[in-house]
């Protein structure tokens, strides 16, 4: 490993790497190594190319990258090369020779595993051609098709660790200035502007300061976070080491729940390096400047995400929030000015200083410069991690970016924020992403967590699933926040199971003000979005279940029964896959569903090919 002396060895070392990948003229086979691809056997591709390499003796002749993520989990194990952008998806260890043969040994392309245009049936071969990819912005996530996470040189190699270099040759006041001006706001969901966070913790009085990375990502479907350290954890460090130089800090923490296994590894194995380097520690690159970073592993609390219980878990205490009569900055971690970002704002840090302020606030809107990375799930056709720039509508992301609603059915609401963000019905789809349209439209920025819903989803269901994970996930210091969701839950679960009157709507309504008003952190005043959101935008889906006892939608089991049509068959499948046996019926003759045994599990409509089973 070299030694890192000073700036000047820095810039060095990287000339040679340029120079060197220049000169040997390799080509490059980049295959998406996160977790979602790891799940469906990209360890397993990854060897088939080694295997094939050295068959057709080509291990010194192309550089195989297991990378972090690539986007489209949706199609994954992802396989890219990164020289002209093509892009192969699917692929399973069983595709690997082909794709050697065809892509490197004869120069072309593996056309059998491109990208198709589902309607013309086009190929796509490149990220501009797909539209996922081409509708982005992808500031950070480029990062990811071309470095392996866990080599310090790759990350040099793209630039990595000229922001601090540029962070120590201006100086920590116009670093400052610097982030100010290109106001860039935290990523985690507060969207306070860092720069102003910065100057305040380095301005307080004190003899020790610390910086902390929250990446406890709680959200359900969320990943943003777990992927951005799985595919760079260089680009934190570079982050965290240039706000601890600027804010005079010598110690560190990288807070990440500890469902991350692979972020974890991957995190350690490049302090190692940046410690080995003299990029981390003592005397960084010559300056006198010591910093050194620690991982600490929560234990999954989604209250921890909040920067005052997630300090006093550090510390090693119950992780609850406290009242902020004094803000972190000034009295955090061990009552010393502590600066607390999330992982995609320490990431995009080191692109700010390099670049500048003025090319950072290009992108984006003057409110919300910059760009931001959404998980994108649901019943969107392309799920995946998106990076779209701030101010690109609704419609831009779920539609162009998440190629539309599954099996073309209509679009009806998107979930933005996590659990305690607000539901946004489809006359909203032209809303522009940002900060405080989502905020004034009922919603959040969140994290990045972006669910979309089509018109068989239930949207009081929705309101109760999110109050179900939040009255858990509350501390319960507070009495408004651990006993008032709680109640929301039962009131929600009395519209979806029929019990309620449109009284309770209002007992709804009054309970969620009070709920917002009276809880102590961010968990408590927002957990009431999604049900005010969706009380306010699909209220006549609400009164549906109360009024008429019925789910329009076909979801809630209280309220709906199950029905076998005249396009019934008599195929018999229905009634040998049920399991309570309740399906009675002859061979070729209508079948009818006994409903007083029925227990709506929906495996008969599940499995019916003839759309002979209705609900009603």
């Given at each position: 490993?070299?030694?890192?002396?000073?700036?000047e060895a820095l810039h060095?070392?990287?000339?040679a790497l340029?120079?060197?990948?220049?000169?040997e003229?390799?080509?490059t086979?980049?295959v998406?190594?996160?977790?979602?691809?790891?799940?469906?056997?990209?360890d397993?591709v990854?060897?088939?190319f080694k295997a094939e390499?050295?068959?057709?003796?080509?291990e010194n002749a192309?550089?195989?990258k297991?990378t972090?993520?690539?986007?489209?989990?949706e199609?994954?194990?992802?396989?890219?090369?990164?020289?002209?952008q093509?892009?192969?998806?699917?692929?399973?260890?069983?595709?690997v020779p082909?794709i050697?043969?065809?892509?490197?040994?004869?120069d072309g392309?593996?056309?059998?595993f491109?990208?198709?245009?589902?309607e013309?049936?086009?190929?796509?071969?490149?990220?501009?051609d797909?539209p996922f990819?081409?509708?982005?912005?992808?500031?950070?996530?480029?990062?990811?098709?071309?470095?392996d996470?866990?080599?310090?040189?790759?990350?040099?190699?793209?630039?990595?660790?000229?922001?601090?270099?540029?962070?120590i040759?201006i100086?920590?006041?116009k670093?400052?200035d610097e982030m100010?001006?290109?106001t860039?706001?935290?990523?985690?969901g507060?969207?306070?502007?860092a720069?102003?966070?910065?100057?305040?913790?380095?301005?307080?009085?004190s003899?020790k300061?610390?910086?902390?990375?929250?990446?406890?990502e709680?959200?359900?479907?969320?990943?943003?976070?777990?992927?951005?350290?799985?595919?760079?954890?260089?680009?934190?460090?570079?982050g965290?080491?240039?706000?601890?130089y600027?804010?005079g800090?010598d110690e560190?923490?990288?807070y990440?729940?500890?469902?991350?296994?692979?972020?974890?590894e991957?995190?350690?194995?490049?302090l190692?390096?940046?410690?080995?380097?003299?990029?981390?520690?003592?005397?960084?690159?010559g300056t006198?400047f010591?910093?050194?970073i620690?991982?600490?592993?929560?234990g999954?609390?989604?209250?921890?995400?909040?920067?005052?219980a997630?300090?006093?878990s550090?510390?090693?205490?119950?992780g609850?929030?406290?009242?902020?009569?004094?803000?972190?900055?000034?009295a955090?971690?061990?009552?010393k000015?502590?600066n607390?970002?999330?992982?995609?704002?320490w990431?995009?840090?080191?692109?700010?200083?390099?670049?500048?302020?003025?090319?950072?606030t290009?992108?984006?809107t003057k409110?919300s410069p910059?760009?931001?990375i959404?998980?994108?799930v649901?019943?969107?056709n392309?799920?995946?991690?998106?990076?779209?720039e701030?101010g690109?509508?609704?419609?831009?992301i779920?539609?162009?970016?998440?190629?539309g609603i599954?099996g073309?059915?209509?679009?009806?609401?998107?979930q933005?924020g996590?659990?305690?963000?607000?539901?946004?019905p489809?006359?909203?789809?032209?809303?522009p992403?940002?900060f405080?349209?989502?905020w004034?439209?009922g919603s959040?920025m969140?994290?990045?967590?972006?669910?979309?819903?089509?018109?068989q989803?239930?949207?009081v269901?929705?309101a109760?699933y999110f109050l179900?994970?939040l009255?858990f996930?509350?501390?319960?210091?507070?009495t408004?926040?651990r006993?008032?969701?709680?109640?929301?839950?039962?009131l929600?679960?009395d519209?979806?199971?029929?019990?309620?009157?449109e009284?309770?709507l209002d007992?709804?309504e009054t309970l969620?003000?009070t709920v917002?008003?009276g809880?102590l952190c961010a968990?408590g005043?927002?957990?009431?979005?999604?049900?005010?959101s969706?009380?306010?935008?699909?209220?006549?889906?609400?009164l549906?279940?109360?009024r008429?006892?019925?789910?329009?939608?076909?979801?809630c089991?209280?309220?709906?029964?199950?029905?076998?049509?005249?396009?019934?068959?008599?195929c018999?499948?229905?009634?040998?896959?049920?399991?309570?046996q309740?399906?009675a019926?002859?061979?070729k003759?209508?079948h009818?569903i006994?409903?007083s045994?029925?227990?709506?599990?929906?495996?008969?409509?599940d499995?019916c090919k003839?759309?002979a089973v209705?609900?009603?």
């Amino acid at each position: 490993m070299t030694k890192f002396t000073s700036v000047e060895a820095l810039h060095s070392h990287r000339e040679a790497l340029l120079a060197t990948k220049k000169d040997e003229n390799k080509k490059t086979v980049s295959v998406c190594a996160g977790t979602g691809c790891k799940a469906v056997g990209a360890d397993l591709v990854v060897e088939a190319f080694k295997a094939e390499f050295a068959k057709n003796g080509l291990e010194n002749a192309v550089h195989l990258k297991a990378t972090g993520c690539l986007g489209l989990c949706e199609k994954g194990t992802l396989v890219m090369m990164p020289a002209d952008q093509t892009v192969y998806h699917s692929i399973t260890p069983k595709k690997v020779p082909t794709i050697v043969e065809q892509a490197l040994v004869q120069d072309g392309r593996a056309d059998d595993f491109l990208f198709t245009d589902p309607e013309t049936g086009a190929k796509q071969p490149t990220m501009n051609d797909i539209p996922f990819y081409a509708s982005q912005k992808r500031l950070l996530l480029d990062k990811n098709t071309l470095i392996d996470p866990i080599c310090l040189d790759d990350y040099i190699s793209v630039g990595g660790y000229k922001g601090l270099a540029k962070a120590i040759e201006i100086g920590p006041d116009k670093v400052i200035d610097e982030m100010k001006k290109a106001t860039l706001r935290g990523r985690g969901g507060g969207g306070f502007p860092a720069g102003r966070k910065w100057e305040t913790c380095r301005n307080a009085p004190s003899d020790k300061r610390y910086v902390i990375c929250n990446a406890d990502e709680g959200d359900p479907g969320a990943f943003m976070d777990a992927s951005l350290l799985e595919g760079q954890p260089h680009s934190v460090i570079e982050g965290m080491i240039i706000g601890a130089y600027t804010i005079g800090s010598d110690e560190g923490y990288v807070y990440v729940r500890h469902e991350y296994p692979l972020a974890v590894e991957r995190l350690t194995k490049a302090l190692e390096q940046v410690r080995a380097s003299g990029l981390l520690g003592e005397n960084i690159l010559g300056t006198g400047f010591n910093f050194d970073i620690k991982i600490n592993k929560g234990g999954g609390a989604f209250v921890c995400g909040e920067s005052t219980a997630l300090m006093a878990s550090i510390e090693g205490r119950v992780g609850e929030p406290r009242a902020k009569h004094i803000h972190t900055v000034v009295a955090g971690l061990n009552d010393k000015p502590t600066n607390l970002n999330n992982v995609e704002t320490w990431a995009t840090v080191p692109l700010i200083v390099e670049r500048g302020a003025d090319w950072f606030t290009q992108m984006g809107t003057k409110g919300s410069p910059g760009t931001k990375i959404f998980s994108l799930v649901g019943k969107v056709n392309n799920t995946g991690l998106v990076e779209a720039e701030m101010g690109a509508t609704l419609r831009q992301i779920i539609f162009d970016m998440g190629g539309g609603i599954r099996g073309g059915r209509p679009f009806k609401a998107v979930q933005t924020g996590g659990p305690s963000g607000g539901c946004l019905p489809a006359d909203k789809l032209d809303v522009p992403v940002d900060f405080d349209t989502l905020w004034n439209e009922g919603s959040m920025m969140g994290s990045g967590g972006m669910v979309a819903m089509d018109d068989q989803t239930c949207m009081v269901d929705v309101a109760r699933y999110f109050l179900d994970f939040l009255k858990f996930e509350s501390c319960g210091k507070c009495t408004t926040c651990r006993e008032g969701i709680r109640r929301l839950h039962q009131l929600v679960s009395d519209v979806a199971e029929g019990r309620a009157t449109e009284e309770t709507l209002d007992l709804i309504e009054t309970l969620a003000e009070t709920v917002e008003k009276g809880s102590l952190c961010a968990l408590g005043t927002s957990a009431v979005n999604p049900v005010l959101s969706t009380l306010k935008y699909f209220r006549e889906e609400y009164l549906a279940h109360v009024r008429d006892k019925k789910c329009p939608a076909g979801v809630c089991k209280e309220l709906i029964t199950y029905h076998i049509n005249e396009n019934c068959t008599g195929c018999l499948i229905c009634k040998r896959r049920c399991p309570e046996q309740c399906i009675a019926g002859e061979n070729k003759k209508i079948h009818v569903i006994d409903t007083s045994k029925c227990t709506k599990c929906g495996i008969c409509k599940d499995v019916c090919k003839f759309d002979a089973v209705e609900i009603y």
